[in-house]
């Protein structure tokens, strides 16, 4: 099954933007990106979604939380460009037009857009499809740190080029990367002294964790809490 498909299983609605009069969503590198914090920020994070896209409400709360506890800009680019997959999609088709390799030359277009306002430091992080195409951007010096959230496939071949500090945080139950393979992952940058890293997998929780819970849920809410506070801390270790 594919990454999309297994994420379908809880869409997110749409979020109404009167909520959050402080976030702007503005054009940024060719894409319509959900911006938080302070515009003359010199520290940027770029959030990668899941294959829901840039509106789904979550990763837009998540986008403002950051920008409120680091003073850091956020921002949250629509890379598949008004088109996120829903229930009606042919998942293996959306896939095929919305690849990892496309989403890292986007992100790449954002990373160029960022420093000409005056950004020097970049940290990414990225949710399933997010977290695919995060593993590719940290190929690259572009940017200065990077977590991966229960990603899509990824492999050892991906693993193997990343030059940037990267954490992998993983789900107990993920038929898409589980946690055998996201060790086996871990082992592979332990092997490279000059690539800090980090693993954590998460009890009790279930591929998409991070974004697709119930607010009514207290396990599910305090386990997402947990991992983007472990994403905060990673990327702000590493970006200051």
């Known amino acids: 099954m594919s990454g999309a498909?297994?994420?379908?299983e809880n869409p997110p609605s749409k979020l109404s933007s009167a909520k959050y009069e402080a976030a702007t969503v503005e054009e940024l590198g060719g894409?319509?990106?959900?911006?938080?914090g302070p515009r003359d920020s010199k520290t940027a994070i770029i959030l990668l979604s899941d294959a829901y896209g840039y509106e789904g409400p979550k990763i837009r709360r998540l986008a403002e939380n950051v920008a409120e506890e680091t003073g850091f800009l956020v921002v949250v680019p629509d890379f598949f460009r008004g088109d996120p997959i829903d229930s009606i999609r042919d998942r293996a088709e959306w896939l095929r037009t919305h690849t990892a390799d496309k989403g890292c030359e986007d992100a790449m277009a954002v990373i160029a857009a960022l420093k000409s306002k005056g950004v020097s430091t970049i940290g990414v992080a990225g949710f399933c499809w997010g977290g695919m195409t995060v593993v590719k951007l940290a190929r690259y010096d572009s940017i200065q740190v990077a977590v991966i959230l229960h990603p899509g496939p990824i492999t050892e071949d991906d693993i193997r080029e990343v030059k940037v500090p990267i954490a992998l945080l993983g789900a107990e139950t993920d038929h898409l990367c589980p946690p055998e393979?996201?060790?086996k992952l871990n082992g592979i940058l332990t092997e490279k002294p000059e690539v800090n890293n980090f693993l954590k997998?998460?009890?009790g929780v279930k591929h998409g964790w991070t974004l697709q819970y119930s607010d009514d849920d207290e396990f599910a809410v305090k386990m997402a809490k947990e991992a983007h506070s472990d994403m905060l801390n990673w990327l702000t270790k590493h970006v200051k």
């Open 5 to 8: 498909a297994q994420a379908s």
């Open 31 to 36: 894409l319509q990106t959900y911006i938080a």
């Open 181 to 183: 393979l996201l060790t």
């Open 201 to 203: 997998i998460y009890p």
